[in-house]
């Protein structure tokens, strides 16, 4: 890497490419594979059977969904994409949706934009900050993962309701351009599937009755227990068919693979020297 980019001009000047996240991951994969590097280290066993389904549905550009068992390394695996992020990106400094400085969404970063030009001082975010990971439960809102609309914010900047700048935003908005990966899927409540689809195929959403435009750039990864889908909840069937790939994992099919899996896993080496 030569010296760091600092404006905005420089790094028009450098690229002008504007690169969603899934095409990136893909490119990064691309690389990978034909370096021949290991994917996914710490993956046991699944050489043959989950990491070729992975690689098609990233080849693919898809959303995808991990159906499994408990165990069966479904979140470590989503974690594992961070490394097929860049290491860093551009982005307008300040910006609670990470806006890219070539392409900004939210209006105040347009404004700084159209204001200091290719002054503009940039910044860079890591990969490891581009992954955003949530546990649904049956409690989660709308307002935890699309956002909230703040009334006081808007009456004392005089904007309108539906203006975006009065938005707090909810995790899915804090991942743009990055991953979010939601974890057993079927426990979210059915109405805020129903605002993940609205994004994923309008850029759309609705709070409280008002409608904000987010042209959102993110992978979206989930993980659910085929067990839990009778018991406790379901995925809407507008989201499911949102999501590109289903890809089943399973627990070691040889005794070599559980027992490398129980070593990494086991906690023996203990600096103070008990054996408890
Ligand atoms: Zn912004």
Known sequence: MGAPIQTLGELRAQSDRLRPVKQEIRDNLVRKLQAGDRLFPGIIGYEETVVPQLINAILSRHNFILLGLRGQAKSRI???????????????????????????????????????????????????????????????????????????????AGLNLSDELTMHYGLLPRANRGIFAINELPDLAGKIQVGLFNILQEGDVQIKGYPIRLKLDVMLVFTANPEDYTAR??????????????????????????????????????????KV
Request: aromatic share 4%; net charge negative.
């Open 78 to 156: 989503l974690r594992g994409l961070i490394d097929l992020l860049d290491e860093q990106i551009p982005v307008v400094p300040g910006c609670e949706i990470h806006d890219n400085p070539l392409a900004p969404l939210c209006s105040a970063c347009r404004a700084r934009v159209a204001k200091q030009g290719d002054s503009l001082t940039i910044g860079w975010l890591p990969r490891e900050a581009r992954f955003v990971e949530k546990l649904a439960t049956p409690d989660v809102t709308i307002a935890d993962i699309v956002g909230d609309i703040d009334p006081i914010k808007a009456a004392q």
């Open 233 to 274: 909840g379901k995925i809407i069937t507008p989201l499911k068919d949102r999501i590109g790939s289903e890809i089943r994992t399973h627990y070691p099919t040889t005794r070599v693979h559980a027992m490398v899996i129980t070593n990494q896993e086991a906690w023996t080496e203990r600096p103070d020297g008990l």
